[in-house]
């Protein structure tokens, strides 16, 4: 299966099905001399892992990464970064409403068509358990990007929808509550909200917004691997995700040129960014801003139909311990994601001039 | 500058300014022994083409398609396909206006700093002319996928949006009229509406829906190259393009699981299809469907300020012949790049078994 | 540092220093339904091994491959296979002549330069020890390349050359000397001889010639990834090798065309096999066989003069348990490369015809 | 068929058969601000054309190549430079005897098993005629390295063996002759050898030696992407090569550790260049040097047997205008891909570093 490895300098292959031995990866092209706080990387984790509050999954994870090269007193060495997180959670549990049938809404079905069989337990490698990995090699972008700030934070869950834009927030209240939204009073409904979906065994969806500051001018390759472009897929990539827009995004469809044109200021700098921070694919320095949907979790605590291998229906239901609603666990991925995009650019940005 | 080759194994790489001397590319990776058919290829072209409607620039460019390579005797070789369309239309015309000032919105200002400098005529290589060698690429892309039907078609100008779901519509309708609506209805409303914003020498933006029909279970490749997210890539790559959604999209969040869960029919088809066709990164044998978001042109024929290289705030006036909204023109472009990604995984495809 | 991914469709990633935590990789690709033979992969490692005999190091490390995921009820799940062999010899050791000093033709210096500092310890990233995850997954590849037969020897050894040719020798006996030479005769002397140069300290180089059966028609790919071109750059990436040559190879050129062109027998078969098995960078079906040539290995225990990292002329000594000749040991590793092109171009055939 | 695209970063993609419409390429990933001569181009296509001696082969054609794309007021803009050279020479002319017969050692018999059928016109996609857009991308890389010195000459021609080292040789004798060997009272000696070849209707084989000077430290990546690996692959993908070795190469396996260990002097230079200029993969300031060997070209002006497509024997003669020694129009191609892979390794090394 190819589709493991993400990027074209600053490269990131990763391993590991959900109830495997390990899930790891390696990140290649990360440049000599970063100086690596390892903490971080592991608090970035925390972040994404289950159990952190009462409206995430209660499995009990550490998530603790180890690293087994590529880091030498203290900094990277130019060469590749290996690193592995055990699964501790992996016994033998009852999967059978799961072996040999397909749960609605799930990769089980096409993983079977496609392969032949699966690795069943747990959902195998199309478990959203493969993102703590992208978490790690994320955490080592950001060190490498410095100065670049990524911030993601919860913007709607269901049909609450954040009203201020980002900069109308104090993005550093993120992380002061479960949901990871900025805005405290929208933060405590939603996570009520998330209870009582919780409480009906049910999902329900979300989106998260992503800003990035201070990126210089001129990251992006127009025509294929536009900026923005890389930014879709990397967010794409991320399980449940349905949808992602930059800038004025869907909206901007109904505005006129006009009114959508960002006027340039004497610095070069714009008045309006309703580009997002992105013009022909390439960053113009503004505040890069954009969205992505997350569809309500596949998973629910509920009795439901389903089919068999062999296309008989059968009863069944669902069990675990899952995520109600996947977007505050999910806002480390998407910064993640974001540093990765962003650390690749910045190496390809190294070889556009003489 | 990277960025200019599209897809693994069904690959496409394109060259070529707006006023140069041609565009072109070279598709390398089809398979051999695909028939061609050459007019089909043309048709396309003629589909995205200049000056073939009231509301589309009236520009002249006959967009003619020569092949150098990769085809004989009617069929692919297996060799690269390289073809090239001769620009006719590059006459040394008054670009004052470009050369030393950003025009607000375009690429000149990112390109300047990415680059040092710039082919300032027409836009040069960020200008949307570059598509047209995609529309030739898919062409020869759908005449290999062969079974697979793919439909695009324009669902919103401005705030003029269809109410109907692409189930409800007479896809054959799409090409009937200029806008590329098929509900000639909205279509005509539509097009009034563009003939309008021409007249204020303004532009509006869209959104285009795309769908395709009969594509096999198993293409995409899960983790970082789902197949949405390469179809999101592709979109997003798009001139213009600001936001990407398939199946349930943006409004899937507001959603519980319950009910957005896609239930088996007994042959492993799905009775609603909130997935849009993909579960897991990975084609499932329903309709694959999207929604493309594109800004309104930012090139206007109106007098507005800017500045120059220096910094220097200038009086100016945008001219030529533009288009007032771009999606009519862009639906063989957003069939084409599907065309690209699904060519490609058909080809990874049969690389999953044993 | 890019260059640690090896391979289009069948891909190895590989990370580790040689005193580091531990080295491993990713196979990414290798399709669903390979049976998996453990002990097969294990064996090829112990092939490769420090300590197995009398002529290579004495170093002792166990080289305990660990498989962390894409592995499930004994077989791929078309998932990649991630795995580690941890360093059990990472002990803190006298480094001291290493650290501060460039050992002559050791990649120390040029590290030093390209990265601005090195992980000095046993040769880091630089070192063979690398090569060992090359052989875990070169033996995943063998186990799905199955009929196809790679059988790599010891052909000359200093000025010790074997007469015969590979279709007069008869390969099982390749392991059943610790030289790896199937000429028993050959064997004895080209060990005593490698004794001979260890007693001095010194080192030797040598060739290996590695031959592939049962290739069917049609693997390679034409133009720059010719089957012969990916070959060669798959051994020249083996740690000490300066040549390569396949088929007639640099005797070839002594000949003339119509000696060295190869008749075709009615089945297509040819009489001779002057090609090597391939023609045009495209497999014939014929045997392929190549020669890789190997320097004498640079650490040699012996004292000797060299510059410290700011020029200065200094006085060292190698030491610690190195291999006298590196042949013997690279047997595996050849055949393992061997694999991973076969196995990558096997699937990428796939894609050759409609 | 993947294969036509060479590079990571400096990228070539390159199209067209022997005898279709036009041949050409893509460069893409050259910086912008590359000063471009074109008649520099030229003359180095000029080198590589048929008909310029009385030993090569006395086709006429002019290789004309025209730039599409990427060039701008004399400079490279970054983006991808399009070019093609239009075959001239492509009249219908009697393929009987190649249409449905495999000509020996040529790639009839294998194109027509991996794509089920072929452009049989002069080889098609096969012929070295491919090379010509090699030189042309070449000739830009030389451009891109302007202080990087790269010359190759023909050092061996069948048995007739130049004694000298390179660093013997006065290289600026090189273009003096047609055989292109720089020691004069040699090159007149195999110029009459080919000559008297010629006459046989037979050919005979090579080896060129190339040297590149001026290359700064820290060129190349180490593990699979080794700057001599790669090399390699560059020279084993031009058409007939059969070998490669670099510095001391197979004759380097006769010497012991002690003597061939390159001492280093104070600066970082070394005494010896036994390495060939590179250690560990990466470049080390010092020439590198290599030597490439090329077969005897498969076509003779003789009778032979062959067999058709069903199996069935047949009488042919080789027909034509070809060239007796393939060495003296190769000099120019091998110091193209030098410089593509130099090309590809400067902007890799831009990223070696914090």
């Known amino acids: ?56 999954t209660q499995r009990k994870e550490p ?85 670049i700030k990524i911030n993601a934070f919860v913007s709607q869950v269901g049909d609450m929808k954040l009203g201020k834009k980002y900069t109308e927030l104090d993005l550093s209240l993120t992380e002061s509550n479960p949901v990871r939204c900025p805005d405290l009073e929208m933060a405590s409904k939603m996570e009520a909200y998330i ?43 991320i399980n449940a995700v349905k949808g992602f827009e930059y800038g004025s995004g869907f909206e901007g469809v109904k505005m006129k040129g006009s009114a959508h044109n960002d006027k340039f200021n004497s610095d070069g700098s714009t008045i309006t960014n309703y580009s997002g921070g992105i013009q022909g694919g390439i960053s113009n320095g503004m505040d890069i801003y954009f969205n992505t949907a997350f569809k309500p979790v596949a998973t629910i605590i509920q009795p439901y139909e389903t089919i068999d291998k062999k296309g008989n229906k059968v009863q069944t239901q669902g069990k675990g311990r899952h995520d109600p609603c996947v977007v505050p666990r999910a806002v480390p991925i998407v910064e993640a994601m974001t540093a990765l995009v962003l650390a690749d650019f910045k190496l390809l940005g190294r070889t556009s001039k003489l």
Not at 17 to 39: R, T, W, Y
Not at 68 to 76: L, V
Not at 106 to 128: E, I, P
């Open 195 to 237: 209870k009582a979906i919780k409480k009906e065994g049910d999902t329900i969806g979300g989106i998260i917004t992503c800003v990035a500051q201070n990126v210089p001018v001129g990251l992006g390759e127009p025509v294929f691997d536009k900026l923005h472009a890389e930014l879709g897929k990397a967010m794409l990539s």
């Open 1 to 56: 299966m190819p589709g493991n490895i993400f990027g074209n300098l600053f490269k990131l292959t990763t391993f590991g099905e959900s109830h495997g031995v390990a899930i790891g990866g390696v990140v290649d092209g990360c440049p000599a001399g970063v100086e690596i706080d390892l903490d971080a990387i592991q608090k970035e984790l925390d972040r994404r892992k289950p159990g952190q509050s009462a409206i995430v």
């Open 63 to 147: 998530d603790t990464v180890e690293f087994y090269s590529g880091i030498f007193e203290g900094k990277t060495t130019g060469t590749p970064i290996g690193f592995a997180i055990h699964n501790t959670n992996q016994k033998s549990r009852d999967y059978s409403h799961i072996k040999d049938s397909y749960r609605p809404s799930h990769a089980d079905f096409v993983y079977d068509k496609k392969y032949g069989f699966r690795d069943y337990r747990g959902g195998g490698r199309s478990s959203a358990r493969e993102t703590a990995s992208r978490v790690v090699a994320g955490a080592i972008a950001k060190q490498f990007l410095k100065d």
